[in-house]
């Protein structure tokens, strides 16, 4: 089977064909023009990933959320129950950025941190 894929790695959104076997096995990767490339189009093929960035609510915050993301790529077949916890959670103010708002989320073992501060209102 061939696929066709666009690289999301960085803006220049490279097109990469993969060509896998019956059983799953990666044979090719090509028309990619960096490693990353090749290592985005081989998970995106396996096990899809995808980074996460939403929001947290705050109790007693100066605002009622606090930016948030993934502190690294989830699976991506994941993302919408993980949004679905990130929705019912609540953090208490003060908020700094780097705070672990969900601690390994969905037993992924990627923490969601928040990516701005909220002080107490
Ligand atoms: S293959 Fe490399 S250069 Fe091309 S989009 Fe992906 S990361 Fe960027």
Redesign the pocket.
């Known amino acids: 089977m061939t696929k066709n894929i666009t690289?999301v790695?960085?803006p220049?959104?490279?097109g990469i064909t993969v060509e896998i076997a019956d059983n799953g096995e990666i044979l090719s990767v090509t028309g990619?023009?960096?490693k990353?490339?090749d290592a985005?189009a081989r998970t995106e093929c396996t096990h899809p990933e995808r980074s996460l960035a939403t929001t947290v609510r705050v109790d007693n915050g100066m605002t009622n959320v606090v930016p948030c993301k993934s502190a690294t790529a989830l699976p991506k077949e994941k993302i919408f129950d993980c949004m679905k916890v990130i929705n019912t959670a609540r953090a208490s103010a003060p908020v700094k950025i780097g705070d672990v708002l969900v601690e390994n989320i969905l037993d992924t073992g990627v923490n969601i941190v928040a990516t701005n501060d909220c002080p107490v209102k």
């Open positions: 690289c790695a960085c220049m959104g490279c990619n023009t960096c990353r490339g985005y």
